[in-house]
């Protein structure tokens, strides 16, 4: 039934904040700026597609909540990457990188509205 997917929806209450978070910390850059609280935005590989949208009403974040992830594959490794979003101050859920299987470590980190997002790669 379905073959792929195409872009990913992200939800946030303070687009400005959100933009600068998923532009210069995690590197998308802006495709498509639509609307004061709308924007699609393009990782460097062209793989990633986000749909921005803001203005929603910040959830809870926590842990518990029950949330649809993805995994991001990563150019560098998982610990690196890991590495570097504790350096930029990024809310971190776990101490290290988890294995996983098949040679895989993943984490989880929040973005500023307290979406949960997963990182997955190599060691």
Known sequence: MFKSITTIAVYVSDMERAKKFYTETLGFRIAADIHPNLCFLKSDSGKINIYLEGGMKQGSG?????????????????????????GKAVSVLQDTPQFVGDDTYCFQFKDPDGNILEVAGRP
């Open 62 to 86: 926590d842990e518990e909540t029950c949330r649809l992830s993805f995994f991001l594959d990563t150019e560098r490794p998982a610990s690196e990457v890991f590495e570097y979003l504790k």
